[in-house]
């Protein structure tokens, strides 16, 4: 038995499955592709133009973080690459070791650090990213130059509708509650 399944055959199953369950469809279908896409995406551009690099989607994001902004906070990276603080220290420390990236003291507060790229890491991002920009255009060749403006518009939307309201509807559903910690999906020592 095959593992692999279509989109249709995902959106049929879907169907069946819920049959008169009331769910909205349309967002759910919205959403379920939103991460359908960007799954696709990231497995493409990580099993071709990041292999031959040796980069992860993560570190990618991380020194274009960095090569677009310059020199930055590493909580402001993390936060801006989309991942934890944890995270970005496991990542930087990786990118430190292959010498793409510089990790600094702040100049007027010790207890925060500063990353930049070193030279090696400015001339590898100029080579990447136009390969980079190659498979961006690779995965989105079936939409014409206006769709895919369109599309990125519609999921600018979603994003503003989340850093606008997403604070607010978690308080709501949680009673004002702090949400409680992640777990790693280990089981407590006992």
Same mark, same amino acid.
């Given at each position: 038995m095959s593992g692999h399944r279509s989109i249709r055959d995902t959106e049929k199953a879907v169907q069946d499955k819920l049959g008169d369950t009331p769910v909205r469809h349309e967002p759910m279908a919205a959403?379920?592709?939103i991460y359908r896409a960007a799954a696709a995406v990231r497995q493409h551009l990580e099993n071709s133009v990041l292999r031959t690099a040796d980069l992860t989607w993560t570190s990618f994001v991380v020194?274009?973080?960095?090569?677009i902004w310059g020199e930055r906070e590493t909580r402001r990276v993390a936060e801006q690459a989309g991942i934890s603080k944890g995270t970005l220290t496991g990542v930087a420390?990786?990118?430190?070791?292959?010498g793409l990236l510089e990790r600094n003291s702040h100049p007027t507060d010790g207890r #925060? *650090?500063?990353l930049s790229l070193t030279p090696e890491g400015e001339r590898l991002m100029a080579r990447l990213f136009p390969q980079f920009n190659a498979e961006e255009a690779f995965v989105t060749d079936g939409l014409a130059d206006d769709e895919a403006l369109? #599309? *990125?518009d519609l999921l600018r939307r979603?994003?503003?509708q989340v850093e606008t309201h997403g604070e607010e509807r978690r308080l709501e559903l949680l009673d004002g509650k702090d949400p409680r910690p992640r777990r790693s999906g280990r089981?407590?020592?006992g």
């Open positions: 959403v379920a592709n020194l274009w973080v960095v090569w420390r990786t990118l430190q070791s292959r #925060l *650090a500063l369109a #599309l *990125a979603v994003v503003m089981r407590a020592k």
